[in-house]
């Protein structure tokens, strides 16, 4: 960071997420000439917000808190505290980045000290210059000016400007319990760390992905073994690099090994490493148990291997960098009552499930329907975390949860979905579902910036749409997701557009087309949201549970998606009779 004179505003980014019950929080602005601290406490019941903003060891003279759904700059609300008049503001800044006074003022000092305030707010206010905040990523700005008072441009050059991402407030289901945290785990645990001794630098490609197979340092051949808290260990400096890894149970005795996943001299039972146990993205923090459910490890027959796959996002090709990154699990052989699991859920990983260009809001929806769940516990799961995660086009993410058809919840939701920021959202209470109930996970894209079309696929530049729900007890379904079939696709870019969908493949149809407008794009978007699809309803073990339809024409790759409907439970902000300045992109 480049140094300033003490006249100069400073400013720093970091991140806020959903609403709950009475429920705190914390951030750290790291200022050049001091830290700011913001701390709040949310009543859900009342919907109200209290905010204290502590000033550090060097009092500025202005304090500039601000909120934005994805970190824009501008049509952001703030509020604008005046150390020398003791006063708050309630402002805004407009389409042009300048810094207005709002006529409504919402913001309510509660508090003035020498070195804090603490102001309160409701949640939603239906003025059209002020933030909603709603459950999902939310993006604070924090800026303090040390001897200017009045500035009226965020976008002053004398601004230092310092980006953070910060876990803070959940979603309404989350509420973090004390047993659950690392003083209360067994009096076995042991700790035990898989990571990368690869003495090669990190490729300087955009995209990687490197496995490191370990044997486990303990007798899982004859021995089970609970996995009760999990957490990466990210090698410092290459936070920018470790864009997320996964972690599998190998079904085979493996050899240790670590290099390229797609390496030809990587071990051939290394296939077996297939069972995924855990997953992480850029931003998130350990993965606890419920104090009633362990990862089920080891045990009579099974082997003592796992992989750990890492993706190394480098778009600025580095060159040099050294990465011993990895996982560390916490591992007790004092059984729990149960078993739990993880399953994935959204889209298929597929050229199938892909995006036209010059999209503002283009919806994709992966199916977990009936005929998958029927196959999990007569009980049912409870799901206590959930995961979700897309690529950089990625703006709106959740998965609702259906009932005989019918709309009753939703799992996890975040309408502010930040790629740099994804974090495991505890779930509490836990959500239960049971078996023929349907999970459909939604992935909102913005491809405006791209003029070719985004396909589904691992790379960054690719799109994913994913939800890991951590549950228990564990069931046999591993996967469950979905995709437009191949026969769709087939039969609408053959009679729409004349291709031959004999020889050419799904992607050279999708570029095949020449021109997404003139209605192109919304004729194809509702292909995609009645066509029939193709599941996948996997078993740990990669194989398809067995399909059961009274219609000998459909099978799990070409079955007719469920029809399902919206419940009256659903409790949203209109837009249109309470507005908010999250909506003000609209009109840009």
Same mark, same amino acid.
């Given at each position: 960071?480049?140094?300033?004179?003490?006249?100069?505003?400073?400013?720093?980014?970091?991140?806020?997420?959903?609403?709950?019950?009475?429920?705190?929080?914390?951030?750290?602005?790291?200022?050049?000439?001091?830290?700011?601290?913001?701390?709040?406490?949310?009543?859900?019941?009342?919907?109200?917000?209290?905010?204290?903003?502590?000033?550090?060891?060097?009092?500025?003279?202005?304090?500039?808190?601000?909120?934005?759904?994805?970190?824009?700059?501008?049509?952001?609300?703030?509020?604008?505290?005046?150390?020398?008049?003791?006063?708050?503001?309630?402002?805004?800044?407009?389409?042009?980045?300048?810094?207005?006074?709002?006529?409504?003022?919402?913001?309510?000092?509660?508090?003035?000290?020498?070195?804090?305030?603490?102001?309160?707010?409701?949640?939603?206010?239906?003025?059209?210059?002020?933030?909603?905040?709603?459950?999902?990523?939310?993006?604070?700005?924090?800026?303090?000016?040390?001897?200017?008072?009045?500035?009226?441009?965020?976008?002053?050059?004398?601004?230092?400007?310092?980006?953070?991402?910060?876990?803070?407030?959940?979603?309404?289901?989350?509420?973090?319990?004390?047993?659950?945290?690392?003083?209360?785990?067994?009096?076995?645990?042991?700790?035990?760390?898989?990571?990368?001794?690869?003495?090669?630098?990190?490729?300087?490609?955009?995209?990687?992905?490197?496995?490191?197979?370990?044997?486990?340092?303990?007798?899982?051949?004859?021995?089970?073994?609970?996995?009760?808290?999990?957490?990466?260990?990210?090698?410092?400096?290459?936070?920018?690099?470790?864009?997320?890894?996964?972690?599998?149970?190998?079904?085979?005795?493996?050899?240790?090994?670590? %290099?390229?996943?797609?390496?030809?001299?990587?071990?051939?039972? !290394?296939? *077996?490493?297939?069972?995924?146990?855990? #997953? &992480? =993205? @850029?931003?998130?923090?350990?993965?606890?148990?419920?104090?009633?459910?362990?990862?089920?490890?080891?045990?009579?027959?099974?082997?003592?291997?796992?992989?750990?796959?890492?993706?190394?996002?480098?778009?600025?090709?580095?060159?040099?960098?050294?990465?011993?990154?990895?996982?560390?699990?916490?591992?007790?052989?004092?059984?729990?009552?149960?078993?739990? %699991?993880?399953?994935?859920?959204?889209?298929?990983?597929?050229? !199938?499930? *892909?995006?036209?260009?010059?999209?503002? #809001? &283009? =919806? @994709?929806?992966?199916?977990?329907?009936?005929?998958?769940?029927?196959?999990?516990?007569?009980?049912?799961?409870?799901?206590?975390?959930?995961?979700?995660?897309?690529?950089?086009?990625?703006?709106?993410?959740?998965?609702?949860?259906?009932?005989?058809?019918?709309?009753?919840?939703?799992?996890?939701?975040?309408?502010?979905?930040?790629?740099?920021?994804?974090?495991?959202?505890?779930?509490?209470?836990?959500?239960?579902?049971?078996?023929?109930?349907?999970?459909?996970?939604?992935?909102?894209?913005?491809?405006?910036?791209?003029?070719?079309?985004?396909?589904?696929?691992?790379?960054?530049?690719?799109?994913?749409?994913?939800?890991?729900?951590?549950?228990?007890?564990?069931?046999?379904?591993?996967?469950?997701?979905?995709?437009?079939?191949?026969?769709?696709?087939?039969?609408?870019?053959?009679?729409?557009?004349?291709?031959?969908?004999?020889?050419?493949?799904?992607?050279?149809?999708?570029?095949?087309?020449?021109?997404?407008?003139?209605?192109?794009?919304?004729?194809?978007?509702?292909?995609?949201?009645?066509?029939?699809?193709?599941?996948?309803?996997?078993?740990?073990?990669?194989?398809?549970?067995?399909?059961?339809?009274?219609?000998?024409?459909?099978?799990?790759?070409?079955?007719?998606?469920?029809?399902?409907?919206?419940?009256?439970?659903?409790?949203?902000?209109?837009?249109?009779?309470?507005?908010?300045?999250?909506?003000?992109?609209?009109?840009?």
């Amino acid at each position: 960071m480049q140094r300033a004179s003490a006249a100069a505003l400073l400013f720093s980014v970091v991140t806020l997420c959903g609403f709950v019950h009475i429920h705190g929080g914390e951030i750290v602005a790291e200022l050049q000439h001091t830290n700011i601290t913001v701390h709040w406490s949310t009543d859900y019941e009342h919907q109200l917000v209290d905010f204290a903003v502590y000033f550090g060891v060097k009092t500025p003279d202005v304090v500039f808190l601000g909120f934005s759904d994805f970190g824009d700059m501008n049509n952001t609300d703030a509020m604008i505290y005046h150390y020398g008049t003791n006063q708050i503001k309630d402002s805004y800044t407009d389409r042009n980045y300048k810094i207005m006074p709002d006529i409504q003022q919402d913001f309510m000092m509660i508090r003035k000290r020498k070195d804090h305030i603490i102001f309160r707010r409701k949640l939603t206010t239906c003025d059209s210059r002020d933030y909603a905040f709603q459950p999902g990523t939310t993006q604070f700005y924090i800026a303090a000016s040390f001897g200017h008072k009045d500035l009226f441009d965020i976008r002053d050059k004398r601004w230092i400007v310092d980006k953070k991402f910060g876990k803070v407030i959940e979603g309404p289901t989350d509420r973090s319990n004390i047993e659950d945290e690392p003083t209360s785990l067994e009096k076995d645990v042991k700790v035990v760390i898989v990571n990368s001794n690869n003495p090669d630098p990190v490729p300087n490609v955009e995209t990687t992905y490197e496995c490191i197979i370990r044997k486990m340092p303990f007798d899982t051949i004859h021995n089970m073994y609970h996995v009760v808290r999990m957490e990466p260990y990210i090698t410092p400096g290459n936070e920018h690099l470790v864009h997320h890894m996964e972690v599998f149970i190998c079904r085979d005795e493996v050899e240790e090994w670590s %290099g390229n996943c797609n390496d030809p001299k990587k071990p051939a039972k !290394a296939k *077996s490493c297939s069972h995924v146990i855990a #997953a &992480w =993205a @850029m931003g998130e923090g350990p993965i606890h148990y419920p104090r009633e459910a362990g990862l089920p490890i080891g045990g009579k027959g099974k082997n003592e291997y796992v992989m750990v796959e890492i993706h190394y996002n480098n778009p600025e090709l580095h060159k040099g960098v050294m990465d011993s990154s990895g996982f560390q699990f916490f591992v007790t052989g004092m059984l729990r009552k149960y078993d739990a %699991g993880i399953m994935e859920l959204g889209l298929i990983y597929s050229d !199938a499930n *892909s995006i036209p260009p010059n999209q503002k #809001a &283009w =919806a @994709m929806n992966g199916y977990c329907p009936s005929q998958c769940t029927k196959n999990l516990p007569e009980e049912g799961i409870n799901i206590f975390a959930s995961q979700m995660h897309a690529h950089l086009t990625g703006r709106k993410l959740w998965t609702s949860h259906y009932r005989n058809k019918v709309q009753i919840g939703d799992v996890n939701r975040d309408e502010h979905y930040s790629p740099h920021w994804q974090h495991l959202q505890q779930l509490r209470p836990m959500v239960r579902v049971m078996p023929g109930d349907t999970l459909v996970t939604t992935c909102v894209y913005d491809t405006r910036r791209r003029s070719k079309v985004t396909f589904g696929g691992y790379g960054i530049t690719d799109e994913m749409c994913v939800n890991y729900i951590y549950y228990y007890p564990a069931s046999d379904v591993e996967v469950c997701k979905s995709a437009i079939s191949n026969s769709t696709l087939r039969a609408y870019f053959s009679q729409r557009h004349g291709m031959d969908g004999k020889i050419m493949s799904i992607s050279e149809m999708y570029n095949g087309v020449k021109n997404w407008g003139n209605g192109v794009d919304e004729e194809f978007y509702n292909v995609l949201n009645v066509g029939n699809m193709n599941m996948n309803c996997l078993r740990p073990d990669g194989e398809p549970h067995q399909f059961n339809s009274k219609d000998t024409r459909q099978s799990w790759e070409h079955m007719a998606r469920p029809r399902l409907f919206s419940g009256s439970f659903i409790r949203t902000r209109d837009r249109f009779q309470c507005p908010a300045i999250n909506d003000m992109i609209n009109f840009e």
